[in-house]
């Protein structure tokens, strides 16, 4: 049996389009053409600046590192980051963000919208990235890690604010299922 989470993570692998056609991961256009609408530099450089960013915040910090995260703030960043992804890449109101670097594939109502990158290079890649949640999670938990060493009460405010709305919307959904059963 496949939860949620896992069909989720399956479904967001394997929806990556070009040109109307599934890619690779799709299985639909050999591996070359596949290939050729990926331009690996883009995602170096996607990946260079992630790294650069969190190992430049690890340097600056390093006097203020902790020697391990409490298992709270952990269960925190978690939370915060599961929320803070979905709500860049799946949510309406941040379709905004995503507008320049994507295109709606589907509405999942009530509440999410399934985009597919657009263009080609280092435009795609953002595409990419921001159509994931699961390829931001790193990005937002990086950045929760860093907040949580450089400026802990600002960031456990704003963590615990998407920890909160996360139980919130798990609520809503376990209430719509109960009324659906009754």
């Given at each position: 049996?496949?939860?949620?989470?896992?069909?989720?993570r399956q479904q967001s692998t394997e929806t990556h389009w070009h040109d109307g056609r599934p890619d690779?991961?799709?299985?639909?256009?050999?591996?070359?053409?596949?290939?050729?609408?990926?331009?690996?530099?883009?995602?170096?450089?996607?990946?260079?600046?992630?790294?650069?960013?969190?190992?430049?915040?690890?340097?600056?910090?390093?006097?203020?590192?902790?020697?391990?995260?409490?298992?709270?703030?952990?269960?925190?960043?978690?939370?915060?980051?599961?929320?803070?992804?979905?709500?860049?890449?799946?949510?309406?109101?941040?379709?905004?963000?995503?507008?320049?670097?994507?295109?709606?594939?589907?509405?999942?109502?009530?509440?999410?919208?399934?985009?597919?990158?657009?263009?080609?290079?280092?435009?795609?890649?953002?595409?990419?990235?921001?159509?994931?949640?699961?390829?931001?999670?790193?990005?937002?938990?990086?950045?929760?890690?860093?907040?949580?060493?450089?400026?802990?009460?600002?960031?456990?405010?704003?963590?615990?604010?998407?920890?909160?709305?996360?139980?919130?919307?798990?609520?809503?959904?376990?209430?719509?299922?109960?009324?659906?059963?009754?």
């Amino acid at each position: 049996m496949v939860d949620a989470g896992t069909a989720d993570r399956q479904q967001s692998t394997e929806t990556h389009w070009h040109d109307g056609r599934p890619d690779h991961r799709g299985g639909s256009q050999s591996g070359a053409a596949a290939q050729a609408d990926r331009s690996l530099g883009s995602y170096a450089a996607l990946s260079a600046t992630f790294v650069a960013a969190f190992g430049g915040m690890l340097i600056v910090s390093r006097r203020r590192l902790p020697e391990r995260f409490s298992g709270g703030d952990l269960a925190l960043v978690a939370l915060s980051t599961h929320k803070l992804s979905r709500t860049i890449a799946r949510d309406r109101v941040t379709r905004p963000l995503r507008a320049p670097f994507t295109e709606v594939q589907s509405e999942d109502p009530p509440l999410e919208l399934k985009e597919r990158p657009i263009g080609q290079g280092l435009r795609r890649a953002i595409g990419e990235l921001l159509s994931c949640p699961y390829c931001l999670d790193q990005w937002i938990a990086g950045a929760f890690i860093g907040g949580l060493v450089l400026a802990p009460r600002p960031t456990r405010a704003t963590a615990g604010m998407f920890a909160a709305v996360t139980g919130s919307d798990y609520l809503q959904h376990l209430h719509r299922w109960v009324r659906g059963r009754a």
